[in-house]
C-alpha cells in the first residue's frame, strides 16, 4: 500500500524516485551509448535515356497546372484524335455525332473534381488511390479513363492548393495470365522499360531531380498495378501538413503510467490497494468495478 500510493504521489508532483534520491543509495548504471544509425542508402541514378522515359507517364501534362488548365489540355488532346475520325467520313450526322461524344468525354472529366474535405468521406477513400490522398489539406482530385490506342487505363490527377502535383495511372493486367500476375512479373517489365530503380517489396522507385516515379503493387487488394509520378518538393510540403492535420495520438495518463509496473519489480496487493485503483479510475472518467 505504501508502495502504491509513493508513486502515486511521485507521478502527481511530476518526479521520479532517482530523482530524489541525493546522496545515498546505488548509483545508476552507466547508459549504454546507442548504436551509430547505418548511413542512408544511396538511391539508383537514373540516366538519360531512362528519364526521358520515364517522362513520358506525364502524357502531355504538367505539374503545376489547374483543374481547368488540365481540362483544357485534354480537350485538345481530344480534339486530335476526333479530328482524324470526322475526316475519315463524310456522313454529317455522323460526324455531328462524334463531336458530340467529343464534348461528353470532356464533360465526364469536369464532372469526376472531387475536393477532399475534412470529415467528409469520398468514394475514393477506399479505392486503388486510396494512400495517395488525404482530408482537410487543400487537396483534390480528377479521374478519367484512358483507353485510346487500345489502352484500357486510368489516370488520376492530383491537386494540392489548386495545382497538379501527382498522377496516378491504373494499368490494366487482365490481359496478363494468372502465371504472370504478380510484381516479380511487372518488376520485369518496369525495370526493362525505365532502368534499375530502389526496390522495395510491392515498390520500384526512380528519383531525378524533377519528379519521382513509383510502380506500385495493387494485386492483391485490386487487382491491378499502378505507376504514379509526382513532383518531390511539392510532395514534402503535402506530407508535412497531413501530418501537421493528423489527430493526435491518445497517451496513457501519467497517473496510470506510474500505477502500472512495467519492470514486474513490485506485486501490490490488488484488494488492499482497491481505493487507491478505484480512484485513480474515476480520476480518468471511468466507473470502478464492483467489488
Known sequence: ???????????????STPALAKGGGKKPAPTKKAPKP?????????NAEHKKKLAELYGGFKFGMSKDEVIAVFSKQLDERYEEKIKATSDIAAQDRLRKEKKGEVARLQQTFVTFELNKPSPWDVSIVEDELAHGTNEAMLERWENQNGKNQ????????GK????????????LPEDKKNFDTFQGVMTGQYGPGDIEPGLITW??????????????SYDALGLVIEEPKVKKDVIALREAKAPPKKETSSVI?????????????TKSNGNA?????????GTPPKR
Open 277 to 285: 485503483v478505484d480512484d485513480v479510475i474515476k480520476a480518468q472518467g
Open 154 to 161: 486510368r489516370r488520376f490527377f492530383f491537386f494540392y492548393e
Open 164 to 175: 497538379l502535383w501527382k498522377m496516378f495511372v491504373s494499368l490494366d493486367v487482365s490481359i
Open 257 to 269: 503510467k506510474a500505477v502500472i509496473d512495467v519492470n514486474h519489480t513490485d506485486h501490490p496487493d
Open 1 to 15: 500500500m505504501l508502495r502504491f500510493n509513493h508513486l502515486l504521489l511521485l507521478a502527481a508532483l511530476g518526479l
Open 207 to 220: 528519383r531525378t531531380d524533377e519528379f519521382t516515379v513509383r510502380a506500385v503493387d495493387k494485386l492483391k
Open 38 to 46: 547505418a548511413p542512408p542508402k544511396k538511391s539508383v541514378v537514373v
